[in-house]
């Protein structure tokens, strides 16, 4: 996911420009991150209203998830798990948000290196270098899982890329100031390619995860706004309680706020728009060459049936498909090997923070033993897919992290900045604050599971967990249900 350190790795202050910055903007060039952006908020809610909700999650990332951390770290000269005391005290971190951050690590680990050989083999398949039914789905019983030679690859490169990270990961952080550049460039490519077929793009007003449902107009202008809003808040909830660790490691106050406006205000919403953009004109320029008398009408019928004819081939509003189909086929090989490759940098990086996280939570085992733990769960998730389903780990990821930024701004207030030092044992104001923030986040996650269209449709969940963590934390810590405060030192 980034390349944001864990406490020790770190040792020279560094300014804006050269520390948190270009980390972050490297976070949002990740193709997970950008792929699957707008395949719900696009057909639904149209261009205008998805480019709105990616603009406004952006400084609301920034003011609720990374600011306060990001002060506090910097301002109390110490890292995540030490300002985190203050909130969750001084055991608690090892749980929030210790134990957390190794476990959603796992998670995008399994992502990042899931999308590294998917895009590959899609990008050797689209160049002839490789037959496609090789890659041909397998039955087994009655499941559908990726064919024998992609999960072989995703074990052996799982494993190759976990025992990289136990020695070479700062020769991967440091490439990986320089490579984004390679992914920021498909990126631009692709919107100034696409733009001439902006004027032919409509929204479709059907859910793909609700093919039978047409939203109205408004209705869906104002999910396509909530859905891009989502995704970039929750993307960012980790990362921005992860600042705490960049503002210790900042020069400057001046460097952690203007660091952060550059690197999780505007970043998200540049990258998202460029990424909408290509999506919806290559979407549109596919609609202007298949315009024909038949098409209109199949397409009418579609809209008075409030369902997808299997006859037609659906739109697909994903970054993965500008580059499979808007290209010549060398041009769109390229750029899918591009962001192939580009994924295993946070593969990297994600094994080496759950193996120092686990370790760090029982150094009874070794480091190298967690990592082999958490590669084969990690491997595991990919088998049943799981890395494929991003807006479902990136909604999880924003429920477990965006009350833990609720819960610790609301610390912050309470203490006007001040960093009071990490209180004794377990703060159960901090931990309930956190479990209830984290309640409303899974609302929809759970309303899914259960089938539960009313739970399921609370799209902006992240945001709401984050202000029911800091309302529960100010009324918690107000009826005194703080632990008694520890030395600062």
């Known amino acids: 996911m980034s390349t944001i350190p864990r406490p020790g ?29 707008g395949r719900r908020a696009l057909p639904v809610g149209g261009l205008g209203w998805s480019l709105l909700g990616a603009a406004a999650a952006g400084p609301l990332s920034y003011l609720l998830l990374f600011r306060m951390p990001a002060l506090w770290g910097h301002r109390a000269g110490k890292p995540l798990d030490v300002v985190a005391g203050s909130t969750f005290g001084a055991r608690g971190v090892a749980i929030v948000p210790n134990l957390l951050i190794g476990m959603a690590q ?15 083999f899609q990008g050797l398949v689209l160049g002839g270098m490789v037959e496609a039914r090789a890659l041909r789905p397998a039955q087994v019983g009655g499941a559908t899982l990726k064919s024998p030679l992609f999960l072989a690859t995703a074990l052996f490169w799982a494993v190759a890329t976990a025992l990289v990270s136990l020695k070479f990961v700062r020769w991967i952080a440091y490439l990986m100031q320089f490579f984004p550049i390679f992914p920021a460039l498909v990126i631009g490519g692709a919107m100034l390619a696409t733009l001439t077929g902006l004027r ?55 460097d952690v706020r203007v660091g952060g406006w550059v690197g999780i205000a505007l970043a998200p919403a540049i990258v998202s728009a460029l990424a909408l953009i290509a999506v919806a004109g290559y979407q549109g320029s596919k609609e202007a060459a298949r315009q024909s008398e038949e098409t209109r009408t199949a397409r009418s019928t579609i809209q008075d049936l409030g369902a997808p004819s299997p006859g037609l081939d659906a739109p ?76 479902g780990v990136f909604n999880v990821l924003g429920a477990a992290f965006a009350p833990v930024a609720g819960a610790m701004a609301a610390d912050y207030l309470r203490h006007r900045g001040d960093w009071p030092g990490p209180r004794r044992g377990f703060n159960p104001a901090g931990l309930i604050a956190w479990a209830i923030g984290l309640s409303v986040g899974l609302l929809p996650t759970i309303g899914r599971a259960l089938g539960d269209e009313r739970m399921a449709g609370l799209v902006a969940a992240a945001p709401l967990a984050f202000v029911a963590a800091f309302l529960v934390y100010l009324v918690l810590a107000t009826a005194r249900l703080e632990s008694a405060a520890g030395p600062k030192s």
């Open 106 to 120: 796992v998670l995008l680990f399994a992502v990042a290196v899931g999308y590294a050989i998917e895009l590959t």
């Open 200 to 254: 032919s793009f409509h929204p479709t007003g059907i859910d793909p995860t609700r093919p039978f449902a047409v939203l109205p107009e408004g209705e869906g202008h104002l999910r396509a706004f909530l859905l891009t809003l989502q995704w970039v808040f929750a993307f960012s909830a980790m990362a921005g309680v992860m600042g705490a660790d960049w503002g210790s490691g900042s020069v400057s106050r001046r």
């Open 316 to 391: 697909d509003f994903t970054f993965r498909a500008v580059m499979n189909g808007g290209f010549d086929r060398r041009v769109g090989c390229v750029m899918l090997l591009t962001f192939g490759l580009a994924s295993l940098a946070p593969a990297v990086y994600s094994s080496f923070v759950f193996g120092v996280q686990f370790n760090a939570i029982g150094p009874g085992i070794s480091k190298l033993t967690w990592t082999m733990l958490g590669t084969a769960t990690a491997w595991l998730l990919i088998v049943v897919g799981w890395f494929e389903r991003t807006e």
């Open 9 to 37: 790795t770190e040792v020279e202050p560094k300014p804006w420009q050269t520390g948190l910055a270009p980390v972050y903007i490297g976070m949002f060039l990740w193709i997970a991150f950008i792929d699957q952006l």
